[in-house]
């Protein structure tokens, strides 16, 4: 028997499982530092990756360093992974309440299709380079993954990460910068329709590049990885340590042209950059585990902090979106426009505060058990109430 999803509630916070909410509290962090820097002004200046080649200072270089080792193309493909994970999770549910598979499809689609257009509003009010709209549009496309054989899924996997490690290679090619109206007009109109514009071009490579990671999200839902990790210790041991391991190896060669230390062509930037991303993958699972193993150790004895930290997993979206605003009130000349006058180092900085501060805002409505705005509103929209 075939029911509708009215009636259907979220999962009770206190239920939800600890280790996803986790890694989506954590790699919050690392999006933040993955994407503040992308607002620094810094025209006729050569940059590689968005970093500038001639940093300001040494401890801009560090940063830089460290971004480019342990944040770069490795938060995104955790949080796309989640993604997948959680769209797994979503479809069980329909399951459990009696929705046959083309009912669950249709409501996943839709959700699909409202996170294409609430992205595409992040997108032009606040940050080009949203990842929402891609997300929707991976769930759009690939719902049927949720119901496909391991095999499929995994051949589909590799071309796209083929596919998306190409196209992301495009990012270390050295380019002379001009910055875009989105971040240096002072017309509030001008910077909506620069964002509009670099967010066109970004969309391409976002989509392509999630895939994978989403693909290998719902194979490690279907098999419950990250809710019941004492069955997958060995598993998630493995992928600590190697997925960890390659990500870091496989991001010096970026490194050293991100500081500077070693002068980026346009064919070895690419080439650099394409095995940053490749290993990229591997580095976001790697993350994934090991934060799997720490909620395992955890259990049931969650302190203060991290009952703060997973407060921010369960209102990922509100709280992604909180740092575009933050973004979007400091760097651009249409507002404050500091990303003309700081540095990497500072803008790191900046980036932790801010994720400091969603971490104190989720805690604050955990504690008046409030779910995120948005997600409420993403409900709505699923759901038609």
Not at 127 to 147: H, K, P, S, T
Request: some cysteine; proline content about 3%.
């Amino acid at each position: 028997m075939t029911s509708t999803t009215t009636g259907h509630g979220p999962t009770p916070l206190r239920e939800r499982a600890l280790a996803p909410d986790l890694a989506r509290g954590v790699m919050l962090l690392f999006i933040a530092l993955a994407n503040a820097h992308t607002f620094l002004i810094r025209e006729a200046e050569v940059t590689v990756r968005g970093y500038p080649v001639e940093h300001g200072s040494l401890a801009d270089s560090i940063v830089a360093g460290i971004l480019t080792l342990f944040v770069d193309a490795r938060s995104y493909t955790l949080f796309a992974a989640l993604f997948g994970y959680g769209l797994v999770q979503l479809y069980r549910r329909e399951e459990r309440v009696g929705s046959d598979w083309r009912t669950a499809r249709k409501l996943l689609r839709r959700r699909g299709f409202w996170m294409i257009l609430i992205g595409l509003l992040h997108a032009v009010l606040l940050f080009y380079g949203d990842i929402i709209a891609a997300y929707g549009l991976v769930a759009v496309i690939f719902v049927a993954a949720v119901r496909w054989k391991d095999r499929t899924i995994f051949a589909v996997a590799l071309v796209f990460l083929v596919l998306g490690s190409a196209f992301y290679g495009l990012a270390g090619i050295p380019l002379t910068d001009t910055a875009t109206s989105a971040l240096t007009s002072e017309s509030l109109i001008s910077a909506a329709l620069g964002r509009l514009e670099t967010f066109g071009l970004l969309a391409v490579i976002a989509w392509v590049s999630t895939v994978c990671a989403f693909l290998l999200g719902v194979w490690a839902a279907r098999r419950r990885v990250l809710e019941e990790p004492e069955r997958h210790l060995t598993l998630l041991r493995r992928t600590a340590v190697f997925g960890i391991g390659a990500a870091t190896l496989g991001g010096v060669p970026m490194m050293l042209m991100t500081t500077g230390l070693v002068t980026a062509g346009a064919s070895s930037g690419y080439w650099a950059s394409a095995l940053h991303a490749a290993t990229g993958y591997a580095g976001g699972l790697g993350y994934a585990s090991a934060i799997a193993l720490l909620a395992l150790r955890i259990g049931s004895r969650r302190g203060p902090f991290t009952q703060a930290v997973v407060a921010v997993g369960q209102r990922s979206m509100t709280c992604y979106l909180t740092q575009s605003v933050v973004w979007a009130v400091l760097f651009p000349a249409s507002t404050l426009g500091l990303g003309a006058t700081l540095g990497v180092a500072v803008t790191a900085v900046i980036s932790i505060a801010t994720w400091l501060l969603t971490v104190g805002l989720a805690e604050l409505m955990r504690r008046r058990d409030l779910r995120g705005p948005f997600e409420v509103l993403l409900r709505q929209l699923t759901y038609g109430r």
